[in-house]
């Protein structure tokens, strides 16, 4: 009986191209990243994405102004588009909402924003677009937008965001 099954393994191998059938990962998840020097300082910019379904759930951070921004954001995706439906955090060019939990005691808003970008992955980098923004990836420079990175070496996000993105991901936001 070893023998037959044995000698049945080569065809499956050949039937299945000799692996098991991979599933193309969500265009949203992921880290990109990108850091320069101001300062004498290692400045880096990522946002991290997880997605399950069409809903996508990230935490992106900025530097502007000498300061970071930090912001939470739920997206829905349509193929490699996404369009940021809810926004929160530090106040800023994306967003003038504090996430709830996260404000101090004076903060006139509180909870979730409304967004007008839009993200989109081109090969290994991500863009960012204002929404009813010409953009095609064909037109894109090479080194424009966020490249994709395996890690974010230390520079990702703070345990109360990491704890937020799981629960994003299960649906309670």
């Not at 101090?104 to 980098?125: E, I, M, N």
């Not at 929404?131 to 996000?157: I, Y």
Request: with cysteine; net charge negative.
């Amino acid at each position: 009986m070893r023998l037959i099954l044995l000698s049945a393994l080569p065809v499956a191998a050949l039937v299945t191209g000799g692996a098991a059938p991979q599933h193309d990962p969500a265009p949203f998840d992921g880290a990109w990243m990108a850091c320069e020097t101001y300062q004498g300082a290692n400045i880096c910019s990522y946002t991290l994405t997880a997605q399950r379904g069409d809903r996508v759930c990230g935490v992106q951070r900025d530097f502007a102004t000498n300061a970071y921004y930090t912001q939470r954001f739920i997206a829905t995706a349509k193929g490699s588009r996404a369009h940021i439906d809810r926004i929160c955090g530090d106040p800023g060019s994306e967003t003038d909402t504090y996430c709830a939990g996260q404000a101090p005691p004076d903060a006139a808003k509180v909870g979730w924003g409304t967004s007008d970008q839009t993200l989109q992955t081109c090969g290994s980098r991500l863009h960012s677009v204002k929404d009813g923004g010409d953009f095609s990836c064909a037109g894109a420079r090479p080194d424009a937008g966020l490249p994709k990175v395996r890690t974010l070496d230390g520079e990702g996000p703070e345990p109360e965001d990491e704890a937020w993105m799981a629960s994003c991901l299960r649906g309670e936001d």
